[in-house]
């Protein structure tokens, strides 16, 4: 505990602590009780939340489900504390877990491996999208009552070997109540994890930690990359094919873009006002391997399908892309998102993007119809063989869904104009969403009347 001569005679820190009775020390472990307490009540409402209302009624389960949760949050405070960093290791777990709050409360998404994978590999841009003051303010707001826990709470001087001791006493203490309550449960735990494998990327801060820790080993295996895995080395382009006149194929990478939206496929709005005047067939029983586009494009091009896709295994592996260049196939991707997630990597490609000066640019996103741009080059060249364009779109990505569409494609308003989404109504928001499709639609259309 800091002495009040750190501190000038006015200030705030002297006040505080003279209205707040001094505790006396408490033991380490002691620490890691009430820190593990305070880390599963004050960052798992939603966790909470979700177990109540999968499985209504049955309290035993429930009981046994948050008994683990400050288990497993001691058991974080045990290993920070075993490295001598128990209370800066304690505001670390409490920031990562208010940050994460934040996202799964604010966005309703889960801080598994891909999740995380996706947000270290977008851009600056996108990034900025998902700050805000509102966040600024839960997380310093959540951050308040660990603060002053560390501030407050003086924890009692050890030796090394009574650490040492203590914090295996601790271990073992743990052990069997962690093995009683599983024990106790195992009839109706096992089966809640494995109908609701979601909710362990719930628990907080365990889920972005246990992220992290997967993501991390997934890079480090990078670094000692497998021999690249060959698929369709006997592929050919039969002879008729290519004694013909060469063939054009544009492939337009969506994206976020749902099907219940489509007027084209029954949606009660206008947002396919071009392409449903065009001779445009539309499949409806499609969706895509994933929510994250780190995992679902290199999904949609690996041979792996979606059933048996492996991330790792894709990543070390020749895609379809590269059997048709193989093949005589001249293939190039225009990006307009955050990047191929290495689909790309051994064709040609181009990062629109990362432009600068052109005026669909503006805050380190463009419009889509800067796609428009970059496929009116590549179409100015002679076609000598065939060639296949992949055209990743921004498309309707959130949550800034309302700087996805120009001026002249809002044909819905009120208009949520807020990155918050949180704090807009439903209408406003599904307004940006559906002006969102009606950019894509033009771009879809201009698309198909270039070719015709």
């Given at each position: 505990?800091?002495?009040?001569?750190?501190?000038?005679?006015?200030?705030?820190?002297?006040?505080?602590?003279?209205?707040?009775?001094?505790?006396?020390?408490?033991?380490?472990?002691?620490?890691?009780?009430?820190?593990?307490?305070?880390?599963?009540?004050?960052?798992?409402?939603h966790?909470i939340?979700?177990?109540?209302?999968?499985?209504?009624?049955?309290?035993?389960?429930?009981?046994?489900?948050?008994?683990?949760?400050?288990l497993?949050?001691?058991?974080?405070?045990?290993?920070?504390?075993?490295?001598?960093?128990?209370?800066?290791?304690?505001?670390?777990?409490?920031?990562?877990?208010?940050?994460?709050?934040?996202?799964?409360q604010?966005?309703g998404?889960l801080?598994?491996?891909?999740?995380?994978?996706?947000?270290?590999?977008t851009?600056?841009?996108?990034?900025?999208?998902?700050?805000?003051?509102?966040?600024?303010?839960?997380?310093?707001?959540?951050?308040?009552?660990?603060m002053?826990?560390?501030?407050?709470?003086?924890?009692?001087?050890?030796?090394?070997?009574?650490?040492?001791?203590?914090?295996?006493?601790?271990?073992?203490?743990?052990?069997?109540?962690?093995?009683?309550?599983?024990?106790?449960g195992?009839?109706?735990?096992?089966?809640?994890?494995?109908?609701?494998?979601?909710?362990?990327?719930?628990?907080?801060?365990?889920?972005?930690?246990?992220?992290?820790?997967?993501?991390?080993?997934h890079?480090?295996?990078?670094?000692?990359?497998?021999?690249?895995?060959?698929?369709?080395?006997?592929?050919?382009?039969?002879?008729?094919?290519?004694?013909?006149?060469?063939?054009?194929l544009?492939?337009?990478?969506?994206?976020?873009?749902?099907?219940?939206?489509?007027?084209?496929?029954?949606?009660?709005r206008?947002?396919?006002?071009?392409?449903s005047?065009?001779?445009?067939?539309?499949?409806?029983?499609?969706?895509?391997?994933?929510?994250?586009?780190a995992h679902s494009?290199?999904?949609?091009?690996?041979?792996?399908?979606?059933?048996?896709?492996d991330?790792?295994?894709?990543?070390?592996?020749?895609?379809?892309?590269?059997?048709?260049?193989?093949?005589?196939?001249?293939?190039?991707?225009?990006?307009?998102?955050?990047?191929?997630?290495?689909?790309?990597?051994?064709?040609?490609?181009?990062?629109?993007?990362?432009?600068?000066?052109?005026?669909?640019?503006?805050?380190?996103?463009?419009?889509?119809?800067?796609?428009?741009?970059?496929?009116?080059?590549?179409?100015?060249?002679?076609?000598?063989?065939?060639?296949?364009?992949?055209?990743?779109?921004?498309?309707?990505?959130?949550p800034?869904?309302?700087r996805?569409?120009?001026?002249?494609?809002?044909?819905?308003?009120?208009?949520?104009?807020?990155?918050?989404?949180?704090?807009?109504?439903t209408?406003?928001?599904?307004?940006?969403?559906d002006?969102?499709?009606?950019?894509?639609?033009?771009?879809?259309?201009?698309?198909?009347?270039?070719?015709?």
């Amino acid at each position: 505990m800091p002495k009040l001569s750190h501190f000038p005679s006015s200030a705030p820190w002297q006040r505080l602590y003279l209205l707040l009775p001094t505790p006396a020390p408490v033991h380490a472990q002691w620490f890691n009780v009430i820190a593990a307490l305070v880390l599963s009540l004050l960052l798992n409402q939603h966790f909470i939340a979700q177990v109540l209302s999968r499985v209504p009624g049955q309290h035993s389960l429930q009981f046994s489900v948050f008994l683990l949760l400050p288990l497993i949050n001691f058991a974080l405070m045990w290993l920070v504390s075993l490295f001598g960093v128990q209370k800066s290791g304690f505001l670390v777990l409490a920031f990562i877990g208010a940050i994460s709050c934040y996202f799964m409360q604010s966005f309703g998404v889960l801080m598994d491996k891909s999740m995380l994978q996706n947000a270290l590999e977008t851009d600056v841009a996108e990034a900025s999208g998902l700050l805000s003051i509102a966040m600024l303010v839960h997380v310093c707001g959540m951050m308040l009552i660990p603060m002053l826990l560390c501030f407050w709470l003086p924890v009692r001087k050890q030796t090394t070997k009574q650490k040492l001791l203590h914090a295996i006493v601790a271990a073992l203490i743990w052990l069997v109540a962690a093995g009683s309550v599983l024990a106790s449960g195992r009839a109706e735990l096992i089966p809640f994890f494995r109908n609701f494998r979601d909710i362990k990327h719930m628990a907080l801060p365990l889920a972005p930690i246990s992220a992290s820790v997967s993501v991390s080993q997934h890079w480090l295996k990078a670094q000692f990359p497998t021999q690249l895995n060959k698929i369709g080395e006997d592929a050919v382009v039969p002879v008729a094919a290519r004694t013909g006149k060469p063939r054009l194929l544009i492939l337009v990478l969506g994206e976020t873009a749902r099907a219940d939206h489509f007027q084209l496929n029954g949606y009660g709005r206008a947002t396919n006002p071009q392409l449903s005047q065009l001779p445009v067939v539309s499949f409806r029983q499609v969706s895509s391997c994933g929510t994250a586009t780190a995992h679902s494009v290199p999904c949609m091009f690996s041979a792996l399908g979606q059933e048996h896709f492996d991330g790792d295994l894709a990543k070390n592996s020749e895609n379809v892309l590269d059997v048709l260049q193989r093949t005589g196939v001249e293939v190039k991707w225009l990006d307009n998102n955050s990047g191929c997630k290495r689909v790309c990597d051994r064709v040609p490609s181009l990062m629109l993007f990362e432009e600068k000066t052109n005026p669909l640019c503006e805050q380190g996103q463009c419009q889509d119809a800067i796609l428009m741009q970059a496929l009116a080059r590549e179409l100015a060249a002679p076609l000598t063989q065939d060639k296949i364009i992949v055209m990743h779109q921004l498309g309707s990505h959130g949550p800034e869904y309302f700087r996805r569409s120009t001026d002249k494609q809002k044909h819905f308003l009120p208009e949520c104009t807020d990155k918050q989404i949180q704090f807009c109504d439903t209408q406003s928001l599904q307004n940006a969403y559906d002006n969102s499709l009606v950019a894509t639609d033009e771009l879809l259309a201009n698309v198909i009347r270039t070719l015709q």
